[in-house]
């Protein structure tokens, strides 16, 4: 097997995905969704800065609970979709453009980057990330983020789970989205896609696409933090439920600024 490398995703990373990304993924956003707010509340967050809000699936949900949120996003056609949801549901609702690295939007009760956001970093790009989020926050903030756990992946064939095929129906329209995995044992995830998409008796268009993430297990995660100014204050399933080493397969990180 030829060696996978990773680099850090470029803003035009989800051009491509950005029309179908709430179509397959809103309904899988309720489950954390609701544990972020729940850890808000319990921690009287008010403010909150969304570095990688894509469409805003985190930023309308959480505004919808009273959170004062402002959404930040590397990809302008994620970002010109969630411009037009806040038209159409009539909410005052800031979005900008910016790299999870380097924006600083100003100093906010929490940060959170969700759905595996920073497995499109490099390590050395995550610690900037990790950096400039601590910018972000006023003292004792905290950082809410989730990502693939390694030690599951790597474990019997787990891989296999994340396997997917997805077919959605919006009137005329189809579209699916087909794909597979495989995991190195130094974190690099890799993923194929293939897309169909038809509308009505329109040609049916086939497209592919390839990515990699950077993911990690949840010692090297604490490790990180707490090396850049950050004490963790749990990590559990992104229902919120006890973290397994080998079982779970998503890490959701909440982490203290020192």
Aim: hydrophobic residues 35%.
């Amino acid at each position: 097997m030829s060696i996978v490398s990773h680099t850090s995703a470029k803003p035009s990373h989800y051009n491509k995905e950005a029309q179908n990304y709430d179509a397959f993924n809103e309904e899988h956003a309720a489950t954390i969704n609701k544990c972020i707010e729940e850890i808000f509340k319990k921690h009287q967050i008010k403010t909150v800065l969304d570095l990688t809000c894509g469409t805003g699936l985190q930023v309308f949900w959480l505004v919808k609970q009273g959170f004062e949120v402002i959404g930040s996003d590397i990809n302008a056609e994620m970002l010109k979709i969630a411009k037009k949801k806040a038209e159409q549901k009539k909410v005052n609702i800031k979005f900008i453009k910016g790299n999870m690295c380097t924006t600083q939007a100003g100093k906010f009760d929490a940060v959170i980057t969700i759905f595996n956001s920073i497995g499109h970093l490099t390590k050395q790009d995550f610690e900037k990330a990790i950096q400039n989020i601590h910018t972000n926050l006023v003292f004792h903030g905290l950082y809410v983020f989730d990502i693939f756990n390694l030690h599951y992946l790597l474990e019997g064939d787990n891989i296999t789970k994340l396997t997917i095929d997805w077919l959605k129906k919006c009137g005329d329209a189809i579209s699916r989205e087909i794909q597979y995995s495989t995991i190195s044992h130094n974190g690099i995830l890799a993923s194929y896609d293939i897309y169909h998409e038809q509308k009505g008796i329109e040609k049916l268009k086939i497209s592919s696409s390839f990515q990699t993430l950077q993911v990690y297990s949840r010692e090297q995660l604490k490790k990180m933090l707490e090396n850049n100014g950050f004490k963790v204050l749990k990590q559990c399933d992104i229902d919120g439920s006890k973290f397994y080493d080998n079982k779970t397969e998503r890490i959701l990180t909440l982490a203290k600024k020192q």
